[in-house]
């Protein structure tokens, strides 16, 4: 850079020199130098350090990162390679390619027009067989770009084999000196015909144009037309000097029945068209394989011989399908729109941006590496399918990519339903090596599943230094995670070979999660399976755990809800959807419990067709029944009642006494139609009768005495529901007291010694078993009526068990206390029967 200038005109020229410098985009990968690259460059170095560079081996180049480069190569060997992208080898590429170009063109004009070279030509020809034969050797050094991986590969042995397994024998072939060899055969003309294998060569030249094409310095349409002209006079040519070889292949004495000797323009013969200059007779052959080419008529040149005929047909038959081919190029060069132009017009745009925005280098080959790799996979023909119906992109998408979404861990167990959705809402993409997809720390909102390839999960710790965490294979996903937990991207993922990956966006992915919320709790399980053996990774299990549940709260409170305000189509989607009909919400409360307790006989009826628990408890202690029976809706609680529910009261005599104190009677009535036992006590061994005859509530008595309660029966202090009601002074209900009395004590048979033990006995279900032991909850305990002492109880209890009389058995409760009275037992307690 030039001393002096100003501070404008140094920025004009390094936006000049980065201008200059864009991507030599020639099929290979496309590299924007920075400024200070460039500047670094035009210092004065040594040539090992501009060998260096040109390999890409300089340590002091800025970012060069020796691992990632070692990285970038596969099948690394100690052995001598040429990478593609070596300036010296760019430069013997296009010193071949001039000798490509001349071998293609000359190869046909030797074939027809000598029999053994001038010497003029001898040595020319000589050279060019030497310099491709240079060029057969280097082919074994040069390193490729893996088709799959798409890595470098420098691996002598991979180069040799894939060289020789594609151009080699043909290279070879083309090297020899068949000239010496036609001379040396005795001037054979089938062995002139092995002269053609150099026509491989022209490959050289298509790749140019390829190359050419793709070059966003070269304007497309010039470099179309330049390929479309060299196409044509590339056939005509070789027509040309075949139509030649044709007449040449007859005696003397009969050249003049050929095209060329029997031609006559004007008053000049080429009867003797040997002796005519070359010059004018390769003009006249390529004259008349134009005019026949654009059949355009014939005038006084024209075929003469059943060969010249025979040929002439084919070589028209082809020039039919060579003009389509030359004019809808042409027309595709007006209209516009050629998958390559639309490249060049995308990357030209890319370059633009980048170098407007003054972006690094990492990131523009990164950019412009990703932007080549969709124009040479194809990926984005996805976008043809757009204007097809729904349904039809539904199963082209389960035919490509249904078999890898059935296959990834992360959906082991899922339905079905399930697989189809996510394989419906999934887009195809291809990833090159090196590039990172997701960083560490960072919102996640794309989900990917690995088709082929190869990636790896990088922790990166707070001194910078990275450590990886783990290889990802085929059929495996990551982002999910972040996704499911929604927290930042643990690790960072970098690409290790190229990758065909599937990504389906976070908010597809949670709707599909919400309608198949079923899968989503078997996503969770699978996803704490797979990631159990990861240490760093454990310590997201609570996360996750903390996730599941709340996921089974949110779900639940839906259910609820659809059963709280009666949405029975609600309800069922989400009960076909997999949703659990007995899962709890935070009152322990089910569907059944609100739908009974709002009246929905519709939704009671689908619940208990769904085989719900009827008697469940909320925390609260009420069931379905007792909500039914609370709000009044009789008909749901006949339902229930007739469906098997039973109206389970922990303590079901503290409750009726104080329904009773209460004096709700129609909520009373309700309780007692549906089998609640009118007699039971509570703790004061008083029953709904002693509280109603202590409040002189005639009605509720009679309700009480009606429904079976008994009047004989004693509380704690020896007091009968008779003895409550004449301290209350109502005389009617004294009476109905008296009454029932009588009527309840005609009733007991005669001769009976314990009255009250006779008219309301009581009885107790034991068990051989203690109560906190839930092993042995299969064994059958027996019910027994209640004796005078608790010794009589043991023994009896021992003998029904079939247990050995044993002095240190002993009755205790649920609770593991020890009953020392029968007095203690209430009527249809659970008790135990165990050895102290």
Known sequence: MRIGMSAAERDRERRRTVAEDEDEAVGEEYVVEDVRDHDRLTKRRSRFTLLAGDLGLDPSRRGFNREKFIDGITGCSPGFFIHPQNSWYRAWEKFILVWALYSSFFTPMEFGFFRGLPKNLYFLDIAGQVAFLIDVILQFFIAYRDTQTYKMVSNRNLIAVRY?????????????????????????????????????????????????????????????????????LYCTHTAACIFYYLATTLPAVEEGYTWIGSLKLGDYSYSNFREIDLWKRYITSLYFAIVTMATVGYGEIHAVNLREMIFVMIYVSFD????????????????????????????????????????????????????????????????????????????????????????????????????????????????????????????????????????????????????????????????????????????????????????????????????????????????????????????????????????????ALRVNSAAYYGDLYQLKSLIRAGADPNKKDYDGRTPLHLAASKGYEDITLFLIQEGVELDVLDNFANTPLLEAIKNGHDKVASLLVKEGATLKIDDAGCFLCATVARGDIDYLKRILSNGIDPNSKDFDFRTPLHVAASHGSYIIVKLLVEAGATVLSKDRWGNTPLDEGRMSGNKMLIKLLEEAKSAQLSELPEGSQEITDKMHPRKCTVYPFHPWDRKDISRFGVVVWIPRTIDELIKVSSELLKLNDHPTFCIVTEDAGKILDVDMITDGQKLYLISE
């Open 164 to 232: 020789l397994k594609s151009h080699f024998l043909f290279d070879v072939l083309a090297c020899m000196p068949w000239d010496n060899i036609y001379r040396a055969s005795g001037r054979k003309e089938e062995v002139r015909y092995l002269l053609l294998i150099r026509l491989v060569r022209v490959r050289k030249v298509l790749e140019f144009f390829s190359r050419l094409e793709k070059d966003i310095r070269v304007n497309y349409l010039f470099s179309r037309i330049i390929k479309l002209i060299a196409v044509e």
């Open 320 to 555: 039919m399908v060579l003009g389509a081919y030359l004019i809808g190029n042409m027309t595709a060069l007006i209209v516009k729109g050629s998958k390559t132009e639309r490249y060049r017009d995308r990357m030209t745009d890319l370059l633009k941006y980048m170098n407007r925005n003054r972006l690094g280098r990492d990131i523009r080959n990164q950019i412009k590496g990703h932007l080549r790799l969709q124009y040479e996979s194809n990926y984005t023909d996805s976008a043809v399918l757009r204007d097809l119906p729904i349904s039809i992109r539904a199963k082209i998408s389960q035919t490509l990519y249904k078999s890898y979404i059935e296959n990834v861990s992360l959906f082991k167990d899922c339905s079905l339903e399930f697989i189809n959705q996510i394989v419906t809402k999934v887009h195809e993409e291809f990833f090159l090596p090196g590039e990172v997809i997701m960083e560490q720390g960072n919102a996640v909102e794309q989900l990917y599943f690995i088709c082929h390839g190869e990636l790896e999960e990088i922790g990166i710790s707070e001194d910078g230094s990275e450590e990886t965490v783990s290889i990802l294979k085929p059929h495996s996903s990551f982002g999910e995670v972040s996704i499911l937990c929604n927290i930042p991207q643990p690790y960072t993922v970098r690409v290790c070979e190229l990758c065909r990956l599937l990504r389906i966006d976070k908010q597809s992915f949670s709707n599909i999660l919400e309608i198949y919320f079923h899968d989503g709790r078997k996503i969770l399980n699978n996803l704490i399976e797979e990631k159990a053996t990861d240490v760093r990774l454990k310590q997201l299990e609570t996360e996750v755990t903390m996730h599941i549940g709340k996921h089974e709260a949110e779900l």
